[in-house]
Structures are given as structure tokens and as C-alpha cells.
């Protein structure tokens, strides 16, 4: 069943076409490596889908219900989240506050100005619950500012994750971070996703990632679907590896 | 749980509480210990507080620096003034509703503008709408009494007309001192309250990252603009306040540098906690009255004042506090 489809959706920059007629398909409960090179038009995609570009032309379709139009608030409700690939955290909050936020937010409460905030245990507990889930309860009262880049990668999605999406966008999840770093990080994140039934969407450069972590593959080429199917498939696909991979996985 | 239970052990508004009843019981006792003048510089320094409070909620907590904020305080100020002259309303508690309803509109059609935008583009709009308010005040003399200003007699609080004969300094200095007093601290409390709240998180998440905001699921310029209205109306009822105080209401509150006036205390003081600007407010007001009384260069003397503050204590008086109390103790009790 498609949690998520788009139908022939346009993004341009000037001459640049930099999502072009793009027709895709996210099926409930999947992980799904979306891959390119660079400028290939991930990033613009995840950008239309989740409210930050607005889309030239085209269909955006979630949960059977066109989202074309909707704002980001709105397709945050409907249940459509992201991290970035750039981290953007509340810098000068704590990592509770960070994810404290996302829980206001998903219950309505951040309008709220006549009570206090630290009164709503619950949401600090889940809050610090979900530092647990990523490893980073011994952080809690650290300034996000103040953690490694690593851990702000994590934070990154935990903060989306705390909106109880039931799409996740994650964008280079690991990029920034050290080698020994990425495979903890998506252990991490993959093993919340699954056990949650989140659908997750993964921006990835790294084939090693990519192949180990993903249940299918986009391959993105030139604002263009170049290939869809399974690890397998996409590794056995020589468009893919001529104009993607090279001779490492061929 | 048990991180949690320190956070909130840490987070406790008891010790703010605690510390605020104790600041306000120093309140209520010092005009027993100081005479009547120093008592009225208090005054003042407690409504340029509120008006701090009002500008800091946009500038330390949303992230918006307004250079306009003279135009809610001349609006709050003018508004009592023309409800004494065309309405003859001689109650405060009048003043302060009426005071309180222009500076509401006034921020409803100034935010709408002002909250599209950030940055430098904010902060100049912010002047020029006020700057357009000035100008009207100034111009339209027959209305406002042009640079004469309006005069404002002494009003009746509760209910309650100075008596005849009793002295207007020692009205100032007692019965309205308590009056300004006792909003001074509901005006503080409210404002705590505000800031701390979830609405309150969600501000300063506007204000670290306003995209991550927006991906939370914050409506940015919805909260900017409720931020601009508790802004706006905070500093129109410092307005109403400072206008019996001073006994006129001229042109010159509603000019740019009164807003500079207002930045300054929130720098002064410290823009990155909740009492820095109050600090501010009270230490400026009395710098300013001194420096004048000292000399004719004064400009020049709060100038240097507001370099060296930038320059050598960015975080404001209460930062720069909070920074080496931390130190002296990492120091002395480890």
C-alpha cells in the first residue's frame, strides 16, 4: 500500500531542472534509500514533499489526501517529518528542550502561554525517554550547542521522531560524521524506525549504508528517477553503476 | 527518571519565587529608607522595567531587535493624555485600560507588518512606523500640542483623589510608587510566566533556528506576532504609567532615541536572562539622571558607557553576575 505518492512533480531553478516529471512512491513501512550523485535532486524532492520548496507543477499525495498545497504545519499533522542534511537544532536549548518542543508541538501545546512548561512531566518524560531510545539521556541538560556532531546528527532525527511521524525524511543522516560513527548512528535510527512502523526515507551517499540499511533504492539522476527496485536489483542495474556506483560495487 | 527529576529539580520555580518575594519585600521597605526623591527615581526605573520586560520578550526571546518600541510607549503615554483632555477621565484604572487598548491596536497594525520580516529589515521598520507616530505628534499640534506635549494632572488611584493639600512629591513618592509597584510585579510575574511557558520555548525556538522551528510545526508568524502584541501592550502600559510620574507628555518619547533608550537598558542589563533587562532598566535610569546633573556632555558620557558594556561585558550586567558567581564557585566551594 503507497503511504506517499507524487505524480509528474516539477521543480526548477531557472534553466535548472532540478526535480523534473518526477513520479514516486513510498510504500507504508519501508525504509528506502534515495541515492544520487550530487545535484541529482534528492534533496529537492525531500524539499517539495515536506513543505520547504513549493512544487511547479505536479502532485503531492499523502495517505490519499493531496498535500499539494498544505502548508508545513499542516503536513507535519498529516504526519510527515524530516531531519536535514545541514543539522538545524535549537542550538541554545537543551537537548530536553529540543525534543520537548517537537512534543509541544504534536500536542498542540506550544500556544499555551499561562502555564509552565516544566508542569507537563509527561512530556519531559517522553521527551527524556526518547534521549534513551538515541543514546543520549546522559546529554539531557547539555546545551545543543555544545555536543558533537555526531550526536547532533542524532538529535537531528530524534527531534523529528518525537513528532510521531508516519514518514520520516532523513537527509544524510550520517554525512559530517567519522566512519566508525555511521554505522552506530543507523543502527540507531533503523532500529527505532522499524520497531515504531515508521516509513523513513534515507538521503544517502554511502553505498555500504545504503545496501545494509534499505529494504529498496531510488536512484535519482539528473532531477530524474533513473532506477527503482531492491538492493539487489540496483546493484545488478548497469545504468546505475555506470553512471552511479563506478567499478566499487560492480 | 532520574535525570529527569534533576532537570526538573533544576528547572523549580519555587527558587525563582523565593527569590522574587524577597526582592519585592525589599521593594515594599525601601521608601521608609529612602527619601522622596530617590524614591521617585525608583519609580521610574521600575516603569522603564516594564517596558524593558515588553522589548525583551522580542529582542532576548524571539530574536527580533525593534528600534520602535518608543511608539507603544508615546501611544500608552498620549492615550492617557487625551482621555484627560478630550474625555476629562481622571482614573488611572481608566488610564491604564485605555492605555492598554491603544497600544494593543497600535501593535496589531505594526506587527502585521513588522513580523514578515527579520533582522535589519524588522529593526528598520520597527523605526520607521514609529517614526511616522512622532511625526504625526509633532505636526499636529492642535490634537497633541505639538512639542508642548499635553500635561496630565495627578490621577485618582482606585477611586481615590489626591487630598487637598497633601504634597504631589510625597504622592509620587508613596501612594503612587506602590501603584507602580504593584504592576511593576504583576507586569514581572505575568511576563515569567510568559517566557516560560510552552509558548514561551516555542519563541526561542524561533529564535535559534527558524527553519527547525517551522519543522516542528511552529507557525512562525503567528507567534512573532502574539510576541509583538504582549511586546507591544507590555511597554504601552509603561507609558501610561511614566506620563502622571512625569506630569507631561511631549513628542520627544515617541523619537527614535527613546527607543535607543530602551535597547540600551536591555543590553545594559543583560539581554539573555529574564532579569537583565529589569537591572538595566533601573541602573540606566539612574545613570541618566546623574550623568545630566554631572554634565552637559552626557550623550557622550552614556555613550562610552554603551561601548565599554558591548565591548568588555556583552552579557550585560546580570550575565557578567551570573558568569562570575559560577566562577567563584568553581573557585572557592569545589
Sequence with gaps: ?250 | MSTVAVQLEVRSSIKALAVGAVLSGLLVVLPFGIDPYQTILLSYGLVMAIAALGHNLLLGYTGLLSFGHSAFFGVGAYAVAFMVKYLHVQSMELFMMGALAASLITALLFGFVCVRYTRIFFSILTLALSQVLWSLAYKFYWVTGGSDGLRVPTPKLLGVSLPSGEDKINFLAHSYYYYVLVLFLACTFVMWVIVNSPFGKALQAIRDNETRARFVGIQIRRYRLVAFLVSGVFTGIAGALWVPLNGLTTPDILYWPFSGEIVFMSVLGGFHNFTGPITGAIVFNYLKTYAVGFTVYWQAFMGVILVVLVVALPQGIVGTAIQLTAWARKRFFR
Excluded at chain 1, 535549537?90 to 518542543?101: E, G, I, S, V
Excluded at chain 1, 527531534?159 to 555511521?182: C, I, M, N, Q
Excluded at chain 1, 553505498?207 to 545488478?236: T, W
Design chain 1, 1 to 250: 500500500m503507497s503511504l506517499l505518492q507524487t505524480t509528474k512533480l516539477t521543480k526548477y531553478f531557472g534553466e535548472t531542472h532540478a526535480v523534473d516529471a518526477v513520479d514516486f512512491t513510498v510504500q507504508e513501512g519501508e525504509v528506502l534509500a534515495l541515492i544520487g550523485s550530487n545535484g541529482a535532486g534528492k534533496t529537492s524532492l525531500v524539499n517539495v514533499i515536506s513543505g520547504l520548496l513549493s512544487a511547479d507543477s505536479g502532485r503531492i499525495v499523502f495517505r490519499d489526501s493531496d498535500v499539494t498545497a498544505q502548508s508545513v504545519h499542516d503536513r507535519i499533522t498529516a504526519g510527515i517529518a524530516r531531519s536535514f542534511q545541514l543539522v538545524n537544532l535549537f542550538d541554545q536549548l537543551t537537548l530536553l528542550d529540543n525534543l520537548a518542543l517537537s512534543i509541544f508541538s504534536r500536542q498542540g501545546m506550544t500556544r499555551h502561554f499561562w502555564t509552565l512548561a516544566e508542569r507537563h512531566r509527561a512530556v519531559w518524560q517522553e521527551a527524556f525517554e526518547i534521549l534513551r531510545q538515541f543514546g543520549l539521556e546522559s546529554k539531557a541538560t547539555i546545551l545543543a550547542g555544545g555536543i558533537s556532531q555526531g550526536e547532533r546528527k542524532l538529535l537531528d532525527v530524534a527531534v523529528a521522531y518525537a513528532l510521531r511521524p508516519r514518514l520520516l525524511f532523513l537527509d544524510e543522516p550520517t554525512s559530517g560524521v567519522g566512519t566508525r560513527e555511521k554505522a552506530p548512528i543507523m543502527d540507531i535510527v533503523t532500529s527505532i524506525v522499524r520497531s515504531q512502523n515508521i516509513t523513513a526515507v534515507v538521503i544517502e551517499h554511502d553505498m555500504d549504508i545504503v545496501f545494509k540499511y534499505s529494504d529498496r533504492i531510488v536512484v535519482m539522476h539528473q532531477g530524474k528517477i533513473l532506477a527503482d527496485g531492491s538492493p539487489d536489483e540496483i546493484r545488478r542495474n548497469e545504468a546505475v553503476t555506470t553512471t552511479l556506483i563506478g567499478t566499487a560495487h560492480a
